[in-house]
């Protein structure tokens, strides 16, 4: 998000900022999830970013309906933040040591990234509908959810299988040292 000069004079102008920094993370996000997706170390990882990628998309062309919608053109403002996440997200992906931990860190990095889109998300819709913009609002909360899903089956790969592992083996690497 940008924080100087830009100038907020209503709600919908704050919305339009709101979907413009959105718009600039998603983008970012449809060239990292690759990268994200190669440097898994199991399939079940792997598919689960590549099924985001898709959803990632879809977030994209939803925000350009709804800057239609709004009558603006689709304008990205940097978005700092996504891109210090990604760029964590990264250092994770250029680790070396063990495949398992290096799973676990790559589902760490990418759970910040899922609820820093969730609050964005958030923040939009609420402001969409208080507009009363409620098509914009529903669309807004259908991303929402889908950030809220990819974030909980991350939850389910660490908890069930990836941080398992990279307990397991590097305990047993621990001890053999
Ligand atoms: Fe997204
Ligand atoms: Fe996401």
């Known amino acids: ?27 970012r996000l449809v060239k990292a999830l690759p990268k994200m997706a190669e440097a898994s170390n199991t399939a079940q990882l792997r598919q689960a970013f590549e099924q985001h990628l898709t959803e990632t998309e879809g977030h994209v062309s939803r925000l350009e309906r709804i800057f239609g919608q709004l009558g603006v053109e689709p304008k990205r403002e940097t978005c700092q933040a996504m891109k210090g996440l990604i760029a964590e997200g990264e250092e994770m992906i250029g680790a070396k040591g063990s495949p398992d931990v290096k799973d676990a860190a790559l589902i760490a990095a990418a759970q910040r990234v899922e609820h820093y889109e969730m609050s964005g998300y958030g923040s939009a819709r609420t402001f969409a509908q208080r507009l009363g913009h409620t098509d914009i609002a529903n669309t807004l909360q259908q991303t929402l959810r889908e950030e809220a899903a990819a974030d909980e089956k991350l939850t389910q790969i660490a908890e069930s299988s990836v941080n398992i592992q990279a307990t397991a083996r590097t305990a047993s690497a621990s001890q053999s040292r």
Request: aromatic share 8%; charged share 25%; glycine share 0%.
């Open 1 to 27: 998000m940008k924080l100087f000069s830009t100038e907020l004079n209503s709600m919908n102008d704050l919305l339009v900022v709101q979907l413009e920094d959105l718009y600039d993370a998603e983008q």
